[in-house]
């Protein structure tokens, strides 16, 4: 399943928007501000695929029986560029566990790159909810190595993944190796560079919301 979250137009689309502009991204904060709001907006929108329980609650006056959330996610996110995002959702998932990811493109001199998993951190995973999150979706080979990781570590019961731009490429190559994962983006673009940067995208997320960084 994939959802375009501006395929309905909402203040996201602004959001958006905000996050592609040249001039607005050299504001650092609100670049990071906008991806937070992203992640907001997914995490309810995720909330209401997962399983609720009813409970009674003493109030002042009496006992009301309201609907909770019958077991927390988990929050993984691949450093450093998925942070804000990440934020966004543990806003709303705010007594989920959480994971860490350092995955990155390993760059060659001849421009191909390979993905390298240097770091993991991650609670009990074992028929859990996890929800990803990674500004941008591009080829989809980071998040794709990481959910091969997690696997690992355990088999949760189900696999989300948010990014605030996906590319139809990125998505189709996740759909094919991990064809039940859900996908939520803030938007699509069809058009990924010999590189594999999305077009017209943003441009590198981690640097735009944290500045730039040495190649290694």
């Known amino acids: 399943m994939v959802v375009n979250l501006s395929q309905h137009y909402s203040l996201l689309s602004d959001w958006i928007s905000e996050l592609r502009s040249e001039d607005i991204q050299k504001d650092r904060m609100r670049f990071r501000h906008n991806l937070q709001r992203i992640g907001e907006v997914a995490a309810f929108e995720i ?42 959702m543990l806003n709303y998932f705010d007594k989920a566990d959480n994971a860490f990811i350092s995955a990155f493109r390993k760059h060659n001199r001849d421009g191909s790159f ?52 996906a590319c139809t490429v990125g998505i189709e190559y996740v759909k094919r190796s ?16 010999a590189k594999g940067y999305i077009v017209p995208g943003l441009g590198d997320a981690g640097d735009l919301a944290f500045g730039n960084k040495v190649q290694m």
Request: contains cysteine; proline residues 6%.
């Open 47 to 88: 909330s209401k695929t997962l399983v609720f329980e009813e409970k009674e609650i003493q109030t002042p006056l009496g006992i009301a029986v309201s609907k909770v959330l019958k077991a927390q996610p988990v929050l993984a996110t691949i450093l450093r560029a998925g942070i804000p995002l990440h934020q966004g």
């Open 114 to 165: 390979q993905i390298s998993l240097d770091y993991v951190s991650c609670p009990e995973l074992e028929n859990r909810v996890v929800i990803i999150s990674d500004p941008m979706l591009a080829t989809g080979s980071s998040l794709v190595k990481t959910i091969q990781f997690l696997r690992e570590e355990g088999r949760p019961s189900e696999i989300h993944i948010v990014a605030a731009i």
């Open 178 to 193: 991990e064809p039940n994962c859900k996908i939520w983006c803030g938007a699509i673009d069809d058009e990924l560079t």
